[in-house]
């Protein structure tokens, strides 16, 4: 039984979860926070015990606490302790970083639902889903790609950002982002080197 007070249920490949994992990470809470392998998707998922919605993430912690969402639980762990690390900007910085933020989420997002669409039978698939998904992903690649992607520090949305990219190289190798556009590699690059992004690395495909 872990000592811990917050636990966070998540799955090892959820990009969603994997969104706070980091933030564990780059905030030093690895001795606060446990990590708990929910079996989602079967009649047996733990999260179902905490919330109606049985998804991951979920966090539950002293006093009752369950939130659920991945933005959620970011910005509440990033607020635990002392001065927020990636949340704490002004409200017009947060406005000149909102076209990024959305597009991370909006492509993790994408990236999932077609993931899932392909785990159905293949005569319940829909290709015009399929193609329309994709084709969203290819326009914010390039928009990624044309825009400035440093700014003097990181926030939420480099980690929402880098995750999906991540999980787009993970589901969709034979689609790879990264030949077409140098610049937006070259953020990638930087991004992965850091030791959240190690810490949470996706397993390797069984
Ligand atoms: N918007 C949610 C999405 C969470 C989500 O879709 N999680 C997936 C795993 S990546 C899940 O738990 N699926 C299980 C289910 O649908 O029952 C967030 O940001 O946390």
Known sequence: MSQKPFRLYMTPTSPFARKCRMVVHECGLQERVEEFDARV???ENEVLEVSPLGKVPTLTGPNGLTLVDS????????????????????????????????LAEGLLESLAWRTREFR?????????????????????????????????????????????LDYSLYRFPEEDW?????????????????????ATLLPAKI
């Open 41 to 43: 998707r079967t009649d």
């Open 178 to 198: 990264r030949p077409l556009r140098p610049r937006l590699s070259k953020w990638f690059e930087g991004e992965v080197a850091r030791p959240a992004f190690q």
């Open 71 to 102: 933005s959620l639980i970011s910005e509440f762990l990033d607020k635990l302790d002392g001065p927020p690390k990636l949340h704490g900007f002004t409200d017009q910085d947060r406005w000149n970083r909102a076209p990024k933020w959305a």
């Open 120 to 164: 159905r039978p293949e005569n319940e698939r829909s290709p015009s889903f399929i193609n329309y998904e994709g084709n969203r992903q290819q326009r914010i690649y390039d928009w990624l790609e044309a825009s400035t992607l440093n700014y003097e520090y990181r926030d939420i949305s480099d980690i929402g950002l880098v995750i999906a």
